[in-house]
T-cell receptor, first 110, second 114 residues
């Protein structure tokens, strides 16, 4: 499964959109992009996933570039409760595990 | 409400003792997973089970054991053979191994061994 690269940390003002980038330049055709988040001392929470089309749900939007080498998770109106570590994971079924890296710590500032 | 429960939230043990961490789910999911998380690190897979009475080792299974006698339960035993057992332990489930990308996690158990 392809490896991902994310910034270590990001800040965002409360009420503004949070845009979290992820690079996955070695992604292959059958691999999906998954996003999870983990609030401090809690279990991770699934957010969204996509293959090549942009996706939106009640939590976030996922924008995947046309070449699929990068993606952006968008939280449209960040709140203090969105402060968490966000994990970008690429998975296509080649192995029996998801690889959670160290993710991006998003700090939403009041 | 459906979900995954882990108990207890905090657990303290003396070195040399085995300890069993509980994980129960009422989501009717076939697949279940155990992860370990150390401070500032990502999650590492300990064991997973695709179906009742079946389980496989993950990346760091040494010093751990599991059982899957019931669909809803997947307990993890941290044995005295585990050299660094102090960590945050997370249990997860997915509808099936084929839907591994969409996992539901429990709240975790923080184990401290002294």
């Amino acid at each position: 499964d392809a490896k991902t690269t994310q910034p270590t940390s990001m800040d965002c003002a409360e009420g503004r959109a949070a845009n979290l980038p992820c690079n996955h330049s070695t992604i292959s055709g059958n691999e999906y992009v998954y996003w999870y988040r983990q609030i401090h001392s809690q279990g991770p929470q699934y957010i969204i996933h996509g293959l090549k089309n942009n996706e939106t749900n009640e939590m976030a939007s996922l924008i995947i570039t046309e070449d699929r080498k990068s993606s952006t998770l968008i939280l449209p109106h960040a709140t203090l409760r969105d402060t968490a570590v966000y994990y970008c994971i690429v998975y296509g079924g080649a192995t029996n595990k998801l690889i959670f890296g160290t993710g991006t710590l998003l700090a939403v500032q009041p | 409400d459906g979900g995954i429960t882990q108990s207890p939230k905090y657990l303290f043990r003396k070195e040399g003792q085995n300890v069993t961490l509980s994980c129960e789910q009422n989501l009717n999911h076939d697949a279940m997973y155990w992860y370990r998380q150390d401070p500032g690190q990502g999650l590492r897979l300990i064991y997973y089970s695709q179906i009742v009475n079946d389980f496989q080792k993950g990346d760091i299974a040494e010093g751990y054991s599991v059982s899957r006698e019931k669909k809803e339960s997947f307990p993890l035993t941290v044995t005295s053979a585990q050299k660094n057992p102090t960590a945050f332990y997370l249990c997860a489930s997915s509808i099936s191994q084929g839907r591994i990308g969409e996992q539901y996690f429990g709240p975790g158990t923080r184990l401290t061994v002294t």
